[in-house]
């Protein structure tokens, strides 16, 4: 028998039954059918951006600046896209989102580490790298942190803010974890609300209520710059289709959303909990999807646990080119039934 704690999913069983509800009862006319926006409906992005507000550290979100993606990493791509040439690089923590930097690489940019510590990114090592690079740009997860799930203090992202407008950096900001990582309390802010003219802020829906909803959006710093991105969509797509946006929209404005998302964060908790438990204290957690197991023999006990039927991801993707960080990220969505995520922690534990 196999377990998965490989890949990152949200629990998806109650979004799945609220989703049939709505597809039974969705009210249909000639309009879907249409040309859609390219950017999206503005409805859409109005319920995103309040959504943005209550769960992602804004105070204000203009849903003129919003442009719909199909997920989170497509709002990445757009961003890279916008702000680096091939040939250029592109700083990143040196553990960092494993698909992002595949996409930065395909598209022949240089992604070079930048030091982190128990809070992330490290403004000294951002610095540094900026001057021994020449980088413009560079990519940060401020709030629970994949794979690491380091997030921010305000101190930390102020000090991050400050350093990008002294070297006139631009900065692509990763948030599709913000939702969980502020449950109980109120969200310290985005960079792009500390710093809204030069942060590209990409979220998404896909950690929430599952990623083949393929929600996501791209929060531009200007007008200039939403204008080229729409061009590009339109380019590409010709426009996202509105059907499950609208419904997602939706659940953000009537309050089902925020219900889904309360039953995950509870459930993630127990998860998170039981976890630490079986694996023990140098296990890292933070109520969110993922574990972080610091381990200077990853690559082997990825193998061990593979040989007995866990699936781990691979420690070597996230290590962006000159970072040393070693470990395993541990998933604790994609397995629905408590029962088999146990066993599959278990039998984790005793390859360790």
Known sequence: MSYDLAVNLPLRAAPVARLREALASFPLDDGLLAYPAPEGGLAVREAIAGW?????????????RLLLTIGARHGLVL?????????????????????????????GVRPAAVAMDDEGMRPDALEEAVHRTGARTAYV?????????????????EAIVEVARRLDLTL?????????????GDPLPALAELAPERVL????????????????????????THHRLTESLQLATDGLAPFLPAIVAGWMADG??????????????????LAREILGERLRTSG????????????????????????????????AEGGTGRGLRVCLGAEEGPGRLEQALATLASVL
């Open 172 to 184: 692509i900001e990763g948030d599709v974890y913000a939702a969980l990582g502020w449950q109980g």
């Open 79 to 107: 961003a890279l896209e916008e702000t680096c040439a091939p040939g250029d690089t592109l700083l990143m923590e040196e553990l960092t989102f494993h698909g992002f930097r595949l996409g930065v690489l395909a598209h």
């Open 288 to 319: 969110g999807m993922h574990a972080w197991l610091p381990r200077d023999d990853a690559d082997a006990v990825y193998d061990r646990a593979r040989s007995a039927g866990v699936l781990v991801t691979p420690p070597v993707p996230f290590n």
């Open 52 to 64: 943005m507000r209550r769960h992602s550290g804004f105070a204000a979100v203009d849903p003129r």
């Open 256 to 273: 089902t959303a925020d219900s889904l998302l309360d039953t995950l964060a509870a459930s993630m908790r127990d998860r998170n909990l």
């Open 201 to 224: 802020h990409a979220g998404g829906m896909g950690k929430v209520l599952g990623p083949g909803l393929r929600i996501g959006w791209l929060l531009a710093p200007d007008d200039g």
């Open 141 to 157: 997860q401020p709030t629970l942190h994949n794979p690491t799930t380091a997030t921010m203090s305000l101190q930390r992202r």
